[in-house]
């Protein structure tokens, strides 16, 4: 069983998590608490660079993040997607939906 390893920076206006690892329903307990709380108070950046792999239960979490931004002000943002990131994703049919960048100074 694979690891997830979370990084926390902030920024002048959002909170960047570095993700390092799988996100599914083993490693997820962490990575949908901050995800939950952090996006309730500020903008939100996922750095996916590293993540290796990510099921159903971390695109839930991505996508229930992304709506409860919308419902409070705050946008969740997914920057430097991995390939398997980027499958997932595209396979949601919601690429469109999520705010994608590829850098922090792209956070507004």
Request: proline residues 0%; hydrophobic residues 40%.
């Amino acid at each position: 069983m694979e690891q997830l390893t979370i990084w926390e920076k902030n920024g002048a206006n959002y909170v960047l998590l570095e993700l390092t690892g799988v996100i599914d329903s083993y490693t997820a307990t962490e990575f949908q608490s901050k995800v939950y709380d952090y996006i309730k108070t500020t903008n939100l950046v996922l750095d996916l660079e590293n993540v290796s792999g990510i099921d159903s239960t971390g695109m839930g979490i991505i996508m229930a993040g992304h709506n409860d931004g919308e419902d409070t002000g705050h946008k969740l943002y997914l920057m430097n997607m991995s390939n398997a990131v980027r499958e997932a994703v595209d396979d949601t049919g919601f690429a469109d939906t999520f705010h994608i960048i590829r850098s922090v100074t792209e956070v507004h």
